[in-house]
């Protein structure tokens, strides 16, 4: 079977610093993808090039078998049709209500669509995210969650083959993350859908994901370090990837920093010292 | 300047040529946003011309007197305010009030993601968000430039009829029969210009923000300043070009 999402060799520097170094993945149709790692090791990054918001310093990343990278604004343009996004913020239009965003896709793409039928399609999209009865309200007027819901709402409202979410379950109750934990299995298995799940919830990695891939910090900056099914995953050796899914403050990834040398870190190196005061 | 060329580039791209292949802007956005940019600078700018209009016949009004020309103070009034004064005062509230207001707003989706997310949802950003505030603005600021025009003029009026002696038939008489047709065009002309040089500048400056509230506040009075600046240039071209050319 032909992946749908294929990557190979990625990279990408930022100021000098290369966030995305050689990431090579591939997802097959109906494969709910978790992507993981600490903040800042570039999980965000990875999926703004997937949705052609970024494009890489070398590498090639293939949509539906067709590589994105070399693609002009209207080939994107028809690529992106196919799937959706849920962003980190949810990236409503704060000048449109709740319900004007999500039918937003629709009126776009579908313009030929009668009013009445927009306006079903909006209902079940926002009952499928439990916000029925909101839908005159303005993105200022929701909370974080709420507008997050709306978002992923908003990405499914034209039934994409292919969904990308960033973070989809920060700032939600913990029903609400198996409200949205559950949608996002139910579109894969019953309509065949793929998903691209960017998160470092482990309750919600675990429960969704068919594949997992964990991007490393520090050393193995922009490298994957591990790659598999969750059961794979959770026996992994790395100790780096025990100490993320269990959570752990110690481990090799260094958080507390060593003791000796915390009062030279304050107040910077002996040689670059200020002088001006006896000693 | 790249950026804002580009800009004018995707501009008539997504207003003029798009629409013939079946990609039509939105009507319905684009009356709302002549209703925020125009009408509701409709207070402001008859406040605004009706001062000048004012202003303009007390002053001239008090030198004519010296030289026994008082006579003359409906033609100086009129053909200022439709050749010059109009246009340029109307177009800097507008700057002021609207174009500010453009690039804030604009400025403030792209810091939020939104304007990304229109992207990404294959909505263009400069379909969907300039072109109906582009064509607004060329609408309004003509529309707005002669609504102040006749505001400035009841203005002349108001002090030629209440402190000159002047009766209002007079006032009409001589105001018409020295102002042409061609100085409302010449102004008009300007004003389309001007509203064209705002607008652009405006979305420009608030597409390409970066870095928060910061980059929001510092790329509106960088719109302003742009926007007053090349204004004026093009108006002392506009004024050259009709004083020699024409």
């Known amino acids: 079977m032909m992946p749908i999402i294929e990557v190979e060799n990625l990279v990408r520097s930022f100021r000098g610093r290369r966030v995305l170094d050689g990431l090579t993945f591939s997802v097959n149709?109906?494969?709910?993808?978790?992507?993981?790692?600490?903040?800042?090791?570039?999980?965000?990054?990875?999926?703004?090039?997937?949705?052609?918001?970024?494009?890489?310093?070398?590498?090639?990343?293939?949509l539906f078998g067709e590589d994105i990278v070399p693609m002009d604004e209207a080939a994107l343009a028809n690529t992106r049709r196919r799937f959706?996004?849920?962003?980190?913020?949810?990236?409503?239009?704060?000048?449109?209500?709740?319900?004007?965003?999500?039918?937003?896709?629709?009126?776009?793409?579908?313009?030929?669509?009668?009013?009445?039928?927009?306006?079903?399609?909006?209902?079940?999209?926002?009952?499928?995210?439990?916000?029925?009865?909101?839908?005159?309200?303005?993105?200022?007027?929701?909370?974080?969650?709420?507008?997050?819901?709306?978002?992923?709402?908003?990405?499914?409202?034209?039934?994409?083959?292919?969904?990308?979410?960033?973070?989809?379950?920060a700032g939600l109750d913990p029903i609400m993350v198996a409200v949205v934990d559950?949608?996002?299995?139910?579109?894969?298995?019953?309509?065949?859908?793929?998903?691209?799940?960017?998160?470092?919830?482990?309750?919600?990695a675990f429960r969704i994901a068919t594949k997992m891939i964990m991007l490393g910090t520090g050393p193995s900056q922009g490298k994957i370090i591990a790659a598999g099914t969750p059961a794979e995953i959770r026996e992994h050796e790395s100790?780096?990837?025990?100490?993320?899914?269990?959570?752990?403050?110690?481990?090799p990834t260094p958080l507390r920093m060593c003791q000796a040398d915390y009062v030279e870190r304050l107040i910077g190196h002996p040689r670059h010292r200020r002088r001006d005061f006896p000693s | 300047m790249k950026a804002w060329l580009r800009l004018n580039r995707e501009l008539l791209h997504w207003a003029v040529l798009a629409p013939l292949r079946g990609q039509p802007w939105s009507v319905a956005e684009t009356f709302r946003q002549m209703i925020l940019i125009g009408v509701r600078a409709l207070p402001m700018a008859s406040l605004v011309a009706l001062s000048i209009g004012l202003t303009l016949a007390m002053q001239s009004a008090g030198e004519m007197r010296k030289l026994g020309a008082e006579a003359f103070v409906p033609d100086l009034v009129t053909i200022s305010l439709l050749r010059e004064l109009g246009p340029l005062l109307i177009a800097v509230i507008v700057i002021g009030r609207s174009g500010s207001a453009v690039t804030a707003e604009l400025g403030t989706m792209k810091v939020g993601e939104e304007i990304e997310a229109l992207e990404v949802m294959a909505i263009n950003p400069v379909r969907f968000l300039?072109?109906?505030?582009?064509?607004?603005?060329?609408?309004?600021?003509?529309?707005?430039?002669?609504?102040?025009?006749?505001?400035?003029?009841?203005?002349?009026?108001?002090?030629?009829?209440?402190?000159?002696?002047?009766?209002?038939?007079?006032?009409?008489?001589?105001?018409?029969?020295?102002?042409?047709?061609?100085?409302?065009?010449?102004?008009?002309?300007?004003?389309?210009?001007?509203?064209?040089?705002?607008?652009?500048?405006?979305?420009?400056?608030?597409?390409?923000?970066?870095?928060?509230?910061?980059?929001?506040?510092?790329?509106?009075?960088?719109?302003?300043?742009?926007?007053?600046?090349?204004m004026l240039i093009a108006n002392a071209v506009l004024t050259g070009f009709f004083f020699f050319a024409i």
Request: glycine share 10%; charged share 20%; proline share 4%.
């Open chain 2, 130 to 230: 300039v072109v109906p505030r582009f064509l607004a603005m060329l609408v309004m600021l003509p529309a707005l430039t002669v609504f102040g025009d006749c505001v400035g003029i009841a203005g002349g009026w108001l002090v030629c009829h209440f402190a000159l002696d002047y009766n209002t038939a007079a006032f009409i008489l001589r105001a018409s029969d020295r102002a042409s047709a061609w100085d409302l065009w010449s102004g008009l002309v300007k004003s389309v210009v001007f509203a064209w040089l705002i607008i652009t500048i405006a979305c420009q400056r608030g597409l390409d923000v970066e870095g928060g509230a910061e980059g929001v506040g510092n790329a509106t009075t960088e719109s302003v300043v742009w926007s007053i600046l090349m």
């Open chain 1, 84 to 169: 959706g996004v849920l962003f980190q913020s949810g990236a409503l239009l704060q000048s449109l209500t709740l319900a004007e965003n999500v039918a937003l896709p629709i009126v776009e793409h579908s313009a030929q669509l009668d009013p009445n039928i927009i306006d079903l399609m909006v209902k079940m999209k926002l009952e499928m995210v439990g916000l029925t009865g909101f839908d005159q309200l303005k993105p200022a007027e929701i909370s974080g969650g709420m507008k997050k819901r709306v978002g992923l709402a908003r990405a499914l409202a034209l039934d994409p083959e292919l969904l990308f979410s960033d973070e989809p379950t």
């Open chain 1, 29 to 62: 149709k109906g494969d709910t993808m978790v992507i993981m790692g600490g903040s800042g090791c570039g999980k965000s990054t990875v999926l703004r090039h997937l949705i052609g918001s970024l494009k890489p310093d070398a590498g090639a990343i293939r």
């Open chain 1, 239 to 251: 100790p780096e990837v025990q100490q993320f899914i269990r959570g752990e403050a110690d481990g």
């Open chain 1, 182 to 204: 559950e949608l996002t299995m139910d579109l894969t298995k019953k309509l065949g859908m793929t998903a691209v799940v960017v998160t470092h919830d482990m309750t919600s």
